[in-house]
Each structure stands twice: as C-alpha cells, then as structure tokens.
C-alpha cells in the first residue's frame, strides 16, 4: 500500500513549528508521511506593530489558509486565539486536538507574583486583552509594548537584570584586585564574572547580548506557548488569576484547517478532541456574535463539567476603566446555540457599547 504525503502549513516560528511538529506526529501514527511547509505571514513581517493594528482579516493566519484554498497544501496549523471568527466558506477547522492550559502567566525574573510588583513596574505585552486587564487589575502598571517569538519576549525581559548583574560583577572583581592586582577586599559574589557567565543558560546568555530599548519588570504570556516553547522550566512564572485575566477565545487549543473532504474526514478522525472542541466553539460563538475580533479586550474561557459547560466572560474598555465580567452554565446538548444567547444578553448589558468603542478607536489609530 503506498503511502501518502500530507502537506501541512506552518508559520516558521519555534512555537509554530512545535504546534505543527505535533499534529505531524499525530498525524503521521495512520500511515501518512507529514511533511511542515513554512509560510511567511503578514503578523511575521511586520515586527513593530501591536496585534490589534494588524486588522482583523488574520495577520498570523489568512497567508496559510490561502495556500490550502489554492491547493497548495493539503491542511495548515494555526494557534486558534489567532484565528479570525469569520473564514472562507470553502475552509473547515477539520481538526481541533486536545487543549494546552489555557490561562495566561506573569513571567519575572525573580518569580514575584502581579500583587508583589512595585508601584509603576513595567509590564510587557502585544495584547489588546492583556493590557486592559492589567490596567483594570492595577492601574498603576505601565504596559509597555512587546512583539516577537516567545523566546525573544523572554530574552528582552531578562536583559536588564542579567547585564547589571554582570556589570556590578565586574566592577566587584575590578575593586577586588585593586589597581596593582592585589586583593583589597573580599568579593560579595562566589563566581568570578567569566565564571558567572559560562554557568548561565543559553537562554540568558542571548539575552545578554540584547540591546535595551525597554526595561521590563514582568511580561505577561500565553502558558500554552511558554510550555510548548520548551522555556516553563527555565523561567520564573505566576499563574494570573482567570477570575481577573479571562483568557482569549481559544487559547491554548490548536486548530487545523483544510477543504478537501477527505482531507477534512481524515484529520477530524485523527485528531479531534471533543471536549476542547466544545469548549472552543462556545468561547469562539460568543466572540463571533459580540464581534470583538481582534480590535476589542475581550476575554472567554468554557469548561465543560458534566451536562454543562461554565463559561466567563470579560468584556473591558481599552484602558481597562470599565469591565463587563459574568459568568454562566449552558447546557452542553444546545452549547451554539445558548452561546449566542449568553452574548446577546452581554451585548445588552454595555458589552456591545464597549466592543463599538474598540472599534471606533482603532479605525481612528
């Protein structure tokens, strides 16, 4: 029997590759040789913007799904929070696998949790989501603008407390030695600088080698991405409180889109998870039907326990001055359906009015 060669799209980032790397594992179990395809998107290409700015046709998404439509390949891995709520009718999400935690982390050099910052600390972010609730949170947080891999995210958050430390190691040794070379007095540090520097990770050694622009106290990430990164155990991280940060629609959670049926029929077969695609679809319906995209703060998190999946929503103003919060359980057997009740009530209770104020914002930015 002759094997068959199933092209996937990929971003070409390290966290993309992951994701893709295992729906090809998976995928690769049925007798199919996966082969990844790296395609540039628009997200990629332009470094300096923030999320929301890129527009709401998909900047990290709408490349890959083109190359599917176009035949190209035959399916394409996508982060499913990045994912616009409406898509060609000819694509499906044929597969949705089994979702990573969802929530987001504080991620500091020292492990200090969001209430342990001091006052004014620099928080980073690419997240229209994460700043409002950061600010609705404390509004004493500067947030402060942050793009790039997961890995340049944690690499720009380390520089400033890495290079002090070196340099306050040198001057230590320098001081030590004296001007003639002699010991003057005992070095607060037990590694010499050289020392210090080879027992670090690579990690922190890249991000020695960081210019500065901005000087971080805390970043705030996805734990999905930080885990598939490879990086949760070489960083220091609080989990946020999802009362307070409710996650994006879909976080965590991967989705494949193809067109082919057989394709479609194939992948869904191999791949889906039913839970989280219940999950999913709730949390995508009610953003979907408040038509917050990627251009409002809105956040969306269901569970489904038993005969009933409980959902939060936040819904806040873009500085975080006003939250919309509520929670509510919808029976599992009608989960569309209720879903799209649950946000025609949020949208009356002001949710809409702060959605329509996102987007009056960002069409003027």
């Not at 679809?281 to 990627?294: M, N, P, Q, S, Y």
Request: charged content about 30%; proline content about 4%.
């Amino acid at each position: 029997m002759t094997t068959r060669t199933l092209r996937l799209a990929t971003r070409g980032s390290a966290l993309a590759r992951a994701q893709a790397s295992s729906v090809q594992e998976a995928l690769g179990s049925r007798r199919l040789d996966v082969e990844l395809v790296e395609v540039e998107t628009e997200g990629d290409r332009i470094q300096d913007e923030l999320i929301h700015r890129l527009g709401k046709t998909g900047a990290f998404v709408r490349a890959l799904d083109e190359r599917v439509l176009a035949g190209d390949v035959d399916a394409a891995v996508h982060s499913m929070k990045d994912m616009p709520t409406e898509k060609p009718n000819d694509l499906v999400v044929a597969g949705v696998p089994e979702r990573a935690p969802a929530g987001d982390v504080l991620v500091t050099p020292d492990g200090k949790d969001i209430d342990e910052l001091p006052e004014g600390a620099v928080v980073g972010t690419s997240s229209l989501r994460r700043q409002a609730q950061l600010q609705n949170y404390r509004e004493d947080l500067e947030v402060a603008a942050l793009r790039g891999n997961v890995d340049t995210r944690v690499e720009k958050l380390l520089a400033t407390s890495l290079q002090r430390e070196h340099e306050a190691r040198i001057d230590d040794d320098e001081e030590r030695k004296g001007k003639h070379g002699k010991t003057d007095h005992e070095s607060e540090f037990d590694q010499r600088p050289d020392e210090w520097f080879d027992s670090l990770s690579e990690l922190e050694r890249q991000a020695m080698g960081r210019k500065v622009e901005t000087e971080y106290d805390a970043i705030v990430l996805a734990e999905a991405g930080l885990k598939r990164s490879g990086l949760a155990d070489k960083v220091e991280y609080q989990r946020l409180e999802r009362t307070s940060f409710v996650p994006a629609p879909g976080q965590g959670a991967i989705a494949v889109t193809a067109s082919d049926p057989e394709i479609i029929d194939l992948v869904h077969d191999k791949l889906d998870h039913p839970r989280t695609r219940v999950e999913t679809t709730v949390e995508r319906t009610i953003l979907a039907e408040l038509g917050g995209g990627c251009i409002a703060p809105v956040g969306v998190h269901a569970l489904l326990q038993g005969e009933h999946v409980h959902v939060d929503v936040q819904v806040l103003a873009t500085d975080g001055s006003e939250a919309i919060k509520t929670s509510r359980n919808l029976p599992v057997g009608n989960h569309a359906n209720a879903a799209r009740d649950f946000a025609a009530d949020l949208s009356e209770r002001g949710a809409g009015q702060l959605v329509e104020d996102a987007r009056k914002e960002a069409e003027e930015e």
